[in-house]
């Protein structure tokens, strides 16, 4: 079993940052490949990006990449989301998530979720 929490969201002007952090509780943290997701309201739940355990292999759906970072600390049982040049599209509440398969785009392939920070961008 694993918890996870995730902290870091908040209001932030277009072009700025934001760092995601998503601390897991529960066995073996570092077994498991972790993503990040969000939902904003009225759409679908949408792939972020992906962090293999296994050689750290990123992942990123291509709205965010070149702007995010997904890393992880499996010393502190953490997951990273560093979000630059943020845009106000990229307002929805982000969710991480645990697999104990490989890193996929869809939410249904997640074991573990936690309970979302809240992201708003303002234009």
């Known amino acids: 079993q694993v918890q996870l929490v995730e902290s870091g969201g908040g209001l932030v002007q277009a072009g700025g940052s934001l760092r995601l952090s998503c601390t897991a509780s529960g066995r073996a943290f570092r077994r498991y490949g972790m993503s990040w997701f969000r939902q904003a309201p009225g759409k679908e739940r949408e792939f972020v990006a992906g962090?293999?355990?296994?050689?750290?292999?990123?992942y990123y759906a291509d709205s965010v990449k070149g702007r995010f970072t997904v890393s992880r600390d499996n010393a502190k049982n953490t997951l990273y989301l560093q979000m630059n040049s943020l845009k106000p599209e990229d307002t929805a509440v982000y969710c991480c998530?645990?697999?104990?398969?490989?890193?996929?785009?869809?939410?249904?392939?997640?074991?573990?979720w936690g309970q979302g920070t809240q992201v708003t961008v303002s234009s």
């Open positions: 962090i293999r355990w296994i050689g750290g292999d990123t």
């Open positions: 998530a645990a697999t104990n398969g490989p890193i996929s785009y869809y939410r249904y392939e997640y074991d573990y």
